[in-house]
């Protein structure tokens, strides 16, 4: 395995790491994140990127430890608050560099500061990342009280923070991810690209449907929902009955249940492979797979709402929906990112309500003729 394999495939296993509940899984995302960035002139992230050269940022919002005179905190943390994607729309964004993001102080623990590169490297050396340790200094046995709060959660309060950072690096690194995968190829291509600014809510214990694409239920269909265990789904069902999902995540990391959030799906065949790709605000994860499936997209019919036949359940708030028939260039990719983003921050003064069994579906829908509508 060459290092951009390595670096890809590490990507990928962050993501699974930090989407996880277990507490063992989120204490491995400690050494990735260690490996890509920590381990000196070996971090993987350097020897990648000698070829590209690609100018890292991270994109932060950014809470600076309270300055009050005479007065000495004794702990203060800002957990995932840092990260964009948790944090209502409205705050301001910072992108910092390489070092000055790891210099972040994001705790402060018996009047000592810890950083973020501190965080990443007590987990990964002394919680048991890489190896367990032992609490050598003062500094280190009072940062060590993080891993014993459960405040805000089951997991820890020394994960919720590497959960964190661990999607902020993913974020960052998406164009370099993106150039190293060339996944321009995928652009202009005949495909599907929907973008909507919605808001989810729960609905336990059954799959919540967003937009179903198709007539029948395992062929030439595109399904996106949140599964039983609330992870954000696309899946796609091939003209002969194929099946490929990906998965981007869950809630509190992927969305949170009653925010407004944009997401972003995608899908398209170019020459012998298949893309498809899910984007939940600012957060993308792709899928690729060889496939010889001749599928064209063109003429699908859409329920909103539901499955292909109208039995499915949801329960969303949808404000905009943009459709495409093909993968936007990565320009106006961003151009429409940008437009969801701002109107998202303006507020928007009006939504389509979707609750239980109610749902739209595209005109002379072929499973719904002679139907009322729903």
């Known amino acids: 395995m060459n290092e951009e394999s390595l670096f890809i495939r590490t990507l990928d296993h962050l993501h699974q790491l930090i989407n996880s509940k277990d507490e063992y899984e989120i204490l491995r995302a400690s050494a990735l994140i260690r490996q890509l960035f920590l381990d000196g002139r070996s971090s993987l992230i350097d020897n990648v990127n000698r070829k590209y050269r690609y100018k890292l940022e991270f994109e932060v919002v950014e809470h600076l430890p309270p300055d009050i005179p005479g007065v000495s905190f004794q702990a203060w943390c800002v957990i995932d608050g840092i990260d964009p994607r948790s944090t209502p729309v409205n705050l301001p964004r910072t992108k910092k560099k390489r070092d000055s993001f790891f210099g972040m102080v994001i705790a402060i623990v018996d009047g000592h500061s810890y950083s973020i590169k501190e965080l990443v490297l007590f987990v990964a050396n002394v919680m048991g990342g890489v190896h367990s340790g032992t609490f050598d200094n003062e500094k280190a046995k009072s940062f060590?009280?993080?891993?014993?709060?459960?405040?805000?959660?089951?997991?820890?309060?020394?994960?919720?923070?590497?959960?964190?950072?661990?999607?902020?690096?993913?974020?960052?690194?998406?164009?370099?991810?993106?150039?190293?995968?060339?996944?321009?190829?995928?652009?202009?291509?005949?495909?599907?690209?929907?973008?909507?600014?919605?808001?989810?809510?729960?609905?336990?214990?059954?799959?919540n449907y967003i937009l179903d694409i198709g007539i029948e239920e395992t062929r030439n269909r595109i399904s996106i929902y949140l599964d039983y265990k609330g992870e954000l789904s696309l899946r796609f069902y091939d003209s002969s009955g194929r099946c490929y999902l990906v998965q981007a995540g869950s809630a509190d990391l992927a969305y949170r249940y009653g925010e407004p959030t944009y997401l972003i799906f995608q899908a398209a065949i170019h020459k012998a492979e298949l893309f498809l790709c899910i984007e939940a605000g600012g957060w993308r994860h792709f899928y690729i797979s060889p496939t010889d499936s001749q599928d064209s997209f063109e003429d699908f019919h859409y329920v909103l709402g539901s499955d292909v036949l109208g039995k499915a359940e949801t329960n969303m708030a949808v404000m905009e929906q943009c459709v495409f028939s093909k993968i936007l260039r990565m320009s106006d990719q961003v151009k429409m990112k940008g437009y969801l983003e701002q109107r998202l921050r303006n507020g928007y003064s009006g939504s389509v309500r979707f609750e239980?069994?109610?749902?739209?579906?595209?005109?002379?829908?072929?499973?719904?003729?002679?139907n009322n509508a729903t």
């Open 356 to 370: 239980g069994n109610k749902f739209l579906y595209s005109t002379n829908h072929p499973n719904f003729l002679g």
């Open 144 to 207: 060590a009280q993080l891993k014993e709060l459960y405040i805000f959660s089951k997991i820890n309060m020394a994960l919720l923070f590497i959960r964190a950072i661990g999607r902020i690096i993913l974020e960052s690194l998406k164009p370099l991810q993106y150039e190293i995968l060339g996944l321009a190829r995928f652009e202009d291509s005949i495909g599907i690209s929907i973008y909507f600014s919605i808001t989810l809510y729960p609905l336990l214990g059954k799959q």
